[in-house]
């Protein structure tokens, strides 16, 4: 049973440039949800996708877009990057939006850096 | 603004003994509440959660404790074991809303 896998593992951009991250969520969940996590802090929630549409939306710029397939796979976009932007970016997938008593389970990560 | 707050950055316990780690949250509209443990160079993994309608929620040697009048969980485990080392961060959700995470405290355990 697969779980939630992530790619690329690593990425170097540089400033101003665009990003395209993707996230295959665990076996029998359908929402996923997109996170970053700076050095040494928690992660931070971005945005969540339902039925292939945006549900819920973090304290992030309109520069930070995503989508969701039919499959439930998705992709976190991030335009005009800013030095700011390095950071873990964490997938996470759950049965059902909302918590509903469920935890939602982690994908190992992007580690984005940009120079 | 900080919603979760793990205030112990970092803590080492000797092996055999009770490791206790700590979470105060403000939102009082909160009703479900993790523990997800960090190893380097991986995501999140979850360890135990608890729903408000409990005050404690026991799975081996994890023990998770929610006291609601004074906004604070906290996990015990026991005994510590070197595998145990890594980061806990506590989380914790509201019904149909996003999930808030601490910033984590990085436990030792030592041989």
């Known amino acids: 049973d697969a779980g939630v896998t992530q790619s690329p593992t690593h990425l170097i951009k540089t400033r101003g440039q665009q990003v395209t991250l993707r996230c295959s969520p665990k076996s029998g969940h359908d929402t996923v949800s997109w996170y970053q996590q700076a050095l040494g802090q928690g992660p931070q929630f971005i945005f969540q996708?339902?039925?292939?549409?945006?549900?819920q939306r973090g304290n992030f710029p309109d520069r930070f877009s995503g989508h969701q397939f039919p499959n439930y796979s998705s992709e976190l976009n991030v335009n005009a990057l800013l030095l700011g932007d390095s950071a873990l970016y964490l997938c996470a997938s759950s049965p059902g939006t909302g918590h509903q008593d469920q935890p939602q389970h982690f994908g190992d990560g992007t580690r984005l850096s940009i120079l | 603004d900080q919603q979760v707050k793990q205030n112990s950055p970092s803590l080492s316990v000797q092996e055999g003994r009770i490791s206790i780690l700590n979470c105060d949250y403000t939102?009082?509209?909160?009703?479900?509440f993790l523990w997800y443990k960090k190893y380097p160079a991986e995501g999140p993994t979850f360890l135990i959660s608890?729903?408000?309608?409990?005050d404690k929620n026991e799975d081996g040697r994890f023990t998770v404790f929610l006291n609601k009048s004074a906004k604070h969980l906290s996990l015990h485990i026991v005994p510590s074991q070197p595998g145990d080392s890594a980061v806990y961060f506590c989380a914790a959700s509201a019904p149909g809303n996003q999930f808030y995470f601490g910033t984590g405290t990085s436990l030792t355990v030592i041989p």
């Open positions: 608890i729903s408000s309608i409990k």
């Open positions: 996708y339902y039925e292939e549409e945006e549900r």
């Open positions: 939102n009082s509209m909160f009703d479900y």
